[in-house]
């Protein structure tokens, strides 16, 4: 009997939403109205319920998400409204991420597609990309990135996009995902110069590079048992990684330095896990970078000291 009168509740919602709502932004407010009344979790491109509404009804009205605020005025077709109506439907009761609901995530201003088999881009490396890996880098000439467990592509297109004249490789040990990430290699019309290539880690890698960027799994299994729901929907392949969420970073420290030109740099998010990766390698100089847009958890290691306590991974 209780199921029964929620689901009248939330008949009766919809049907007065479709009759007394009429404009982009009533939808909007009630979008956000629930959002924030059923404690969604934002943490997919947003941070806030009303940022979150207006991305799935501008998807919808297949409009831009910057279009002119005199737009919000605009009313509404019956199916548009039906259609933001659902959109919102899976976002609140399914906890589906925003991005997986319309197909699209933005990292380093330019936009990817996105589905259930890749991980929502949302890496703190966007600014490192955008500053050219300086100060790091230096005057190193960079002719060829490999971005390291690549998911959707967006770290490695976002690279290629900064180093116009570089070859990039992007590298993923899921097919699933690089059927993703080849879509956004088709997307940004870099065929030329981009490439995906499955590989356990370094396995089926035959270059050196002087960039080799890495956005692992990471979270711990303390972490990921205690995630909210809207993770779920990620690709459990992508997050975890043993218990600490260090293994496949350790296998990427023992074994980069094979791959790197002699003036080359690693760059690793290892996100929360920076506390157990320093507990563990005590004396080795990470350099733990002070990220301007928020996030947490990445460091840089050049060439030289990788080789240098390659024994200690």
């Known amino acids: 009997m209780t199921d029964a009168k929620h689901w009248m509740s939330e008949q009766d919602q919809t049907e007065s939403a479709l009759g007394e709502l009429h404009t982009v932004v009533d939808f909007i407010r009630l979008g956000a109205s629930r959002m924030n009344q059923a404690g969604v979790f934002y943490g997919h491109g947003t941070d806030n319920a009303w940022d979150e509404a207006a991305q799935l009804v501008m998807h919808v009205l297949h409009l831009p998400w910057d279009s002119s605020p005199q737009l919000l005025s605009a009313n509404l077709l019956t199916s548009e409204k039906q259609q933001i109506l659902e959109l919102f439907n899976q976002r609140i009761e399914h906890r589906i991420p925003a991005p997986y609901l319309i197909g699209e995530a933005w990292f380093c201003d330019l936009p990817f597609y996105v589905d259930n088999r890749v991980l929502v881009p949302r890496s703190p490396i966007a600014s490192l990309i955008q500053e050219g890996f300086q100060p790091w880098l230096g005057d190193v000439s960079v002719d060829r990135v490999l971005d390291l467990c690549t998911g959707s592509g967006c770290i490695g297109i976002a690279c290629a996009h900064y180093f116009d004249m570089a070859e990039v490789d992007l590298v993923d040990i899921s097919e699933d995902a690089l059927t993703v990430c080849r879509r956004n290699i088709e997307r940004h019309q870099l065929n030329e110069r981009v490439q995906a290539i499955k590989s356990d880690l370094f396995k089926d890698v035959q270059q050196r590079y002087q960039l080799i960027v890495s956005n692992p799994p990471y979270v711990d299994q303390s972490d990921f048992d205690t995630m909210p729901a809207?993770?779920?929907?990620?690709?459990?392949?992508?997050?975890?990684?043993?218990?600490?969420?260090?293994?496949?970073?350790?296998?990427?420290?023992?074994?980069a330095s094979d791959y790197l030109t002699d003036d080359g740099v690693l760059v690793v998010e290892v996100g929360n896990s920076e506390v157990a990766l320093q507990q563990q390698f005590p004396d080795v100089p990470f350099t733990w970078v002070d990220l301007p847009m928020g996030g947490n958890g990445v460091f840089l290691l050049s060439a030289q000291q990788l080789q240098h306590y390659k024994d200690r991974f």
């Not at 993770?231 to 990427?252: A, C």
Request: hydrophobic content about 30%; proline content about 4%.
């Open 230 to 255: 809207e993770f779920q929907h990620e690709p459990r392949l992508g997050l975890t990684s043993g218990v600490d969420g260090l293994d496949i970073t350790r296998q990427i420290l023992r074994q």
